[in-house]
């Protein structure tokens, strides 16, 4: 079994940083790509940014230039750091990582940008 837990959401006023931090345990004998998506309400899950095992990254167009995606392999992490962040950033985020086994998911961190 493969848990993965967020930690690193909460509010921001636009403009402000936050870094989201994801663990990935359990049974991993291999860790495939690795991303971030977000859910505002009301809305469909997006993807914010991935990285792969190689280290090649993509993101989403609204976060290019804002939003950095890192993993750490020997610690089986996985992190986002969100700068100039706007309030059209509020959404819970989820981490994602792709195993032998499949698509795992964390539970989600709210990320609230607001004055």
């Known amino acids: 079994q493969v848990q993965l837990v967020e930690s690193g959401g909460g509010l921001v006023q636009p403009g402000g940083s936050l870094r989201l931090s994801c663990v990935v345990s359990?049974?991993?004998?291999?860790?495939?790509?690795m991303g971030w998506y977000r859910q505002a309400p009301g809305k469909q899950r997006e993807l914010v940014a991935h990285i792969t095992g190689g280290g090649t990254t993509n993101y989403a167009g609204s976060v290019k230039g804002r939003f950095t995606i890192s993993r750490d392999n020997a610690k089986n992490t996985v992190s986002l750091q969100m700068n100039s962040l706007k309030p059209e950033d509020t959404a819970v985020y989820y981490c994602n990582a792709v195993t032998p086994a499949g698509d795992h998911w964390g539970q989600g961190t709210q990320v609230t940008v607001s004055s």
């Open positions: 359990g049974s991993i004998k291999v860790l495939y790509a």
